[in-house]
């Protein structure tokens, strides 16, 4: 590692990772006051699956055990249907799955059990629990409640958990294309393709498509929302009844290019309209834009909750470094490697904020640091991340 922040990072990366750990699996954040009111030190589904990423990845023996126990204590509380729980304390018994429950969670786990198996070397966990995959791929399944085939879900159901997305949501369903392919549903995988390449891009949309011709509502709804939104360069955020949201979730069309769902015409469009809009001005990334006001029509009163969703705060603007490092990794993809090592050295500066803190967000207008500090998944994806951009892993 010849830039000395980058080998700086990568070393306390490490260290908190290794010290976020318990015997269960690794915590969302490190032990305190604050997170033990706010459950940050549970083991969470989807930040403990995408931190699992990255601790594989780094080829660390220790790290890779904490995935896996992890991955183990997860699926140990899958419910009868197949969902993974949103959070688990085991110590105190307790078991978590949203107000509305969560789909991404569930999706995460199936992602990491995949991940593992390709590069820790042990090909026996992901055979152990092909009764448990079998179970959570069939209650997402169930998840599609209009058999379009992309997943439908209510307000605040993903790792926004306090936002508005409903109906059927660009995020989700782009890991619910990724989850199809890597267990090989070819048919069902095309259809989700076919949706999010039309559906998501209704100006761009074939009435061709696949996606239309089983049902005349998918039709009607693409032209509704075609007079309804202006031609945008990404994918729509999500689209629920007779409404499309035009937002630029930056995490949901970085994951689109990192997962296969956009083209390389469609990828570069969409990372040189994040440029323009300066997304990555003071660390990568905001995650949103432009953010909800409060006399919007998106707004929500509980975007309040514990003032966390003001403008350019958390979900609604706010700076994540672990998107950040999403974000580098989608530059290498269409060919910004310089670019993206630049941006790497940028999510290290950001974790290192207040002696290496690795706060949880910042704000997205005045880069002030916010949020509960000693974030697990800030530190697994910067290894993810130097580990893709080395070229030792592929996502």
């Known amino acids: 590692m010849k830039d000395k922040l980058l080998k700086e ?28 009111d706010r459950r940050y030190i549970n083991i969470f589904g989807r930040d403990a699956c995408i931190c699992s990423l990255g601790m594989v990845a780094s080829g660390n023996k220790r790290l890779i055990e904490i995935a896996k126990k992890s991955i183990l204590t997860l699926v140990k509380y899958q419910s009868k249907l197949g969902q993974i729980p949103y959070s688990v304390n085991p110590a105190k018994k307790e078991v978590l799955f949203y107000y509305m429950g969560d789909k991404d969670s569930t999706l995460w786990w199936l992602l990491a059990i995949d991940f593992y198996s390709k590069y820790s070397g042990d090909k026996k966990l992901k055979k152990k629990l092909e009764k448990n995959i079998k179970k959570a791929l069939t209650w997402l399944f169930y998840q599609d409640q209009n058999n379009c085939g992309l997943l439908e879900q209510c307000e605040a159901s993903d790792w926004a958990d306090l936002m508005p997305s409903n109906g059927n949501v660009l995020y989700v369903n782009v890991l619910w294309y990724k989850a199809l392919e ?23 949309a074939k009435e061709t498509s696949m996606f239309f011709k089983k049902d005349a509502y998918r039709l009607k709804l693409l032209n509704i929302i075609k007079k309804k939104t202006k ?81 350019y705060q958390y979900h609604n603007g706010g700076i994540w470094p672990f998107v950040g490092s999403f974000w580098v990794m989608a530059l290498k993809k269409i060919g910004k490697e310089k670019q993206a090592w630049q941006e790497l050295g940028k999510v290290a500066g950001a974790n290192k904020k207040n002696g290496w803190e690795f706060n949880e967000y910042f704000h997205g207008a005045t880069s002030k640091t916010m949020g509960m500090p000693g974030q697990s998944w800030n530190a697994g994806t910067f290894l993810l991340a130097y580990h893709y951009l080395k070229g030792n892993i592929k996502i």
């Open 182 to 204: 890597i267990y090989k549903f070819k048919k069902e995988k095309k259809l989700v393709l076919e949706g999010l390449n039309n559906l998501f891009l209704p100006h761009e």
């Open 231 to 311: 031609k945008t360069p990404y994918y729509l955020n999500y689209i629920s009844s007779f409404y499309a949201n035009e937002r630029c979730d930056v995490f949901g069309n970085i994951l689109a290019i990192l997962l296969g769902v956009a083209d390389e015409k469609k990828s570069k469009r969409i990372i040189n309209y994040i440029i323009k809009n300066k997304a990555n001005k003071h660390f990568p990334i905001q995650v949103l834009f432009p953010v909800i006001e409060k006399n919007d029509f998106d707004w929500r009163d509980y975007l309040k909750h514990r003032d966390l969703n003001y403008p």
């Open 9 to 36: 990072c990568y070393k306390k990366s490490i260290e908190l990772l290794l010290r976020n750990a318990n015997q269960y699996g690794l915590m969302a954040a490190s032990l305190g006051e604050k997170a033990k």
